[in-house]
């Protein structure tokens, strides 16, 4: 039987687009300064603001957790629903938690559970046949009276880059960026970024968004930004909603 052209080319057409990758899916899995937070809060997690930085058509679903270090992520079953997400890529990053004082159900010990930890989830998110990003911790805005930023998370991060380089997965060093950021902004200059007086840790609406674009411009090569990063929200920084390109997921879990 012979196929005329147009006939052809229609049934090509139609086998290739069966044959289409499903869309990319990014899964960010954090703590806080990650995470969604209710829009009546002033406080802002910067995965909330990927999807502004992040193709359309591409899926972000931000699995941050408050509270959550590399121990209780697991412990409270995220870890096994982030994974069940079928992901594409997936973005990892934890230290703030982690850090607390020995004892607390949350802290682990920078070298030694803590890295076990992360060779775990690397691993793991490989054998699901997805790509991981490790992201060291985004540095805490405390200042010493020398004007230099006190660094409890060091360590951690420190940690972070050694099993980024042991698994030889890309890293994002969000620490060394915000705490290079915060020192060129200097101490007053970083106010606008925390959501309440004594918060240090998070970020407003524009200060998350601030952040994403730190992350995203440190993400591997291949990784789908958009084009034209999607304007930020009209409203005030507290009260903004996250801007998305893609189909932007805050997650029930």
Known sequence: ???????????????????????PVVVLCGDSTMAHHPPAQAVAGWGDHLGAFTAPGVTVINAARSGASTKTYRAEGLWTKA???KPTWVLIQFG???????????????????????????????????????????????WAKDGT?????????????????EKKVPLVDLHRRSGAEY????????????????????????????????VVAELPQDYPRASVPAPA?????????????????PTGY
Do not use: C
């Not at 039987?1 to 869309?23: C, K, N, S, W, Y």
């Not at 902004?185 to 674009?213: C, I, W, Y």
């Not at 929200?233 to 997921?249: H, I, L």
């Open 1 to 23: 039987m012979t196929l005329r052209p147009a006939l052809f080319a229609a049934i090509l057409t139609t086998g290739l687009a069966v044959a289409a990758e499903p869309a």
């Open 83 to 85: 994974l069940a997400s």
């Open 96 to 142: 703030h938690n982690d850090s607390h004082g020995a004892g607390k159900p949350e802290s682990t010990a920078a070298d030694g559970d803590f890295r076990d930890n992360l060779r775990l989830m690397v691993d793991e998110v490989r054998a699901a046949g997805a790509r991981p990003v490790l992201i060291t911790p985004v540095q805490r805005r405390t």
């Open 149 to 165: 930023l006190s660094d409890g998370l060091a360590p951690y991060a420190a940690s972070t880059v050694a099993v980024a380089a």
């Open 183 to 214: 020192l060129r902004m200097g101490k007053e200059g970083t106010e606008a970024l925390n959501p309440a007086p004594g918060d240090r840790s998070h970020f407003t609406q524009a200060g998350a968004r601030l952040v994403a674009e730190w």
């Open 233 to 249: 929200a009209a409203a005030t920084p507290a009260a903004a909603a996250p801007a998305s390109t893609g189909a932007y997921q």
